[in-house]
């Protein structure tokens, strides 16, 4: 990984320029993401803004779970199976307002996004475990969260 100073101004953005396939995928925490990875392309410590590359194996599961910030997403490779039984195909494009409660995905071929959050991801699932990126990408645990029914809600932000 490297930190190189960008056009932005924001001469302390975290980034990983050039070719991807140089930059290794960071498995998200075994507990809740098992066999799912990424791998953060930009991130920015002044907006929070943050460009990834995600990857699901196939068979695996990206749970339920909700965001603060707007999530774009555009589907590259693989097929990602919804709750109701769609199906999202590699060529779709989606954004996710922020507090919209989205997933559980279950990727039925090995599936890779294209990520965009406004602001600094972080997910709730409806357990009340929550998670944080770090400057550098990384997801840590950030604790319990108790909100009552506000995690039951199909946007936890109204």
Known sequence: MSTQPNESGF???????????EY?????????????????LYSNPVSGEVFELVKIEEGAEFPAHYHT????LYLTEG???????????AGRFEMIPAGERHGNYVAEEE??????FSGTPTFFLPDG??????????IIESGELDMGDRLG??????
């Not at 995928?25 to 799912?36: D, S």
């Open 69 to 72: 910030s707007l999530q774009t």
């Open 153 to 158: 809600q199909e946007n936890m932000l109204r």
């Open 79 to 89: 097929k990602l199976r919804h709750p109701d039984g769609s199906t999202t195909e």
């Open 24 to 40: 290794d995928w960071v498995p998200l925490p075994e507990e809740h993401f098992e066999g799912v990875y990424n791998k953060v």
């Open 11 to 21: 001469e302390e953005a975290f980034t990983q320029l050039g070719n991807h396939e």
């Open 129 to 138: 475990s929550s998670y944080i990126y770090r400057e550098d990408g990384r």
């Open 111 to 116: 599936s890779i996004q294209h990520k965009y």
